[in-house]
């Protein structure tokens, strides 16, 4: 079975930090990328931030120098250090695996980050 779960998100204040986990099931321990991205109500599904199994990163503009992506092969999961948060960040989080490039991604239910002023 295919599973994505996420915890973590919550609210904070602007300036604060969340951290947010995905582990995915054994059938996508090995996938090729794992990461994040984020949709705010009326835009697009974005970027945050992405890592492979050989272990590059990739990462929104928005979020350069202020989030942190780590992957951990041994127990297919991703952990997402968010720090200095703004309410441009406000947006459900979903955790995403791709088995190989340029295939599907699947996708977690998502997990709601709100960031007051």
């Known amino acids: 079975q295919v599973q994505l779960m996420e915890s973590g998100g919550g609210f904070v204040q602007s300036g604060g930090s969340l951290r947010l986990s995905c582990v995915a099931s054994t059938m996508l321990s090995r996938a090729h990328t794992m990461g994040w991205y984020r949709q705010a109500p009326g835009k697009e599904r974005e970027l945050v931030a992405e890592?492979?199994?050989?272990?590059?990163?990739n990462y929104g503009d928005s979020v350069k120098g202020r989030f942190t992506i780590t992957r951990d092969n041994a127990k297919s999961s991703i952990t997402l250090e968010m720090n200095n948060l703004n309410s441009e960040d406000t947006a459900v989080y979903y955790c995403?695996?791709?088995?190989?490039?340029?295939?599907?991604?699947?996708w977690g239910r998502g997990t709601q980050v709100t960031v007051g002023s």
């Open positions: 995403s695996a791709q088995e190989r490039p340029n295939y599907p991604r699947y």
């Open positions: 890592a492979t199994l050989g272990g590059s990163t």
